[in-house]
Nanobody
C-alpha cells in the first residue's frame, strides 16, 4: 500500500508556471505507475498525465501536451508535474494517483489517491 500527499498548488496568473509535487510513503514506490488527474468545479475527474514505473514512458492529455511535464524520482519517492503556460481552463484540484497493474488514462485504473492540491489560474 502507498500513501500519497500532494503539495505545491496555489494561485498563478495566466501564462505563468507552477510545479506540483507528490510525496509517496512506503518502500515500493517504484512498483507503481503514477498519474496526475484533475477535477474542475462541477466537472468529472480528468486524466492529465502518467509516467511508468521506471519513468521511461510518459503520456499526456491533449489539453496539456506541450505545456505540462510529468517526472518522477524513485529514490525520493516523488512524482512531479511541471505546468507551464497555464490558462484559466487549468484551474482544478490536482490529484496524484498510483496504479498497481497497468498505466492508462482511465481514472478507474488507479488504486491509490492523494487528497489533492488546488491550482487556480487567474486571467
Amino acid at each position: 500500500q502507498v500513501q500519497l500527499a500532494e503539495s505545491g498548488g496555489g494561485l498563478v496568473q495566466a501564462g505563468g508556471s507552477l510545479r506540483v509535487s507528490c510525496a509517496a510513503s512506503g518502500r515500493t514506490f517504484s512498483s507503481y505507475h503514477m498519474g496526475w488527474v484533475r477535477q474542475a468545479p462541477g466537472k468529472e475527474r480528468e486524466f492529465v498525465a502518467l509516467i511508468s514505473k521506471s519513468g521511461g514512458y510518459t503520456y499526456y492529455a491533449d489539453s496539456v501536451k506541450g505545456r505540462f511535464t510529468i517526472s518522477r524520482d524513485n529514490p525520493k519517492h516523488a512524482v512531479y508535474l511541471q505546468m507551464n503556460r497555464l490558462n484559466a481552463e487549468d484551474t482544478a484540484v490536482y490529484y496524484c494517483a498510483a496504479a498497481v497493474k497497468a498505466y492508462g488514462t482511465r481514472t478507474s485504473m488507479y488504486d491509490y489517491w492523494g487528497q489533492g492540491t488546488q491550482v487556480t489560474v487567474s486571467s
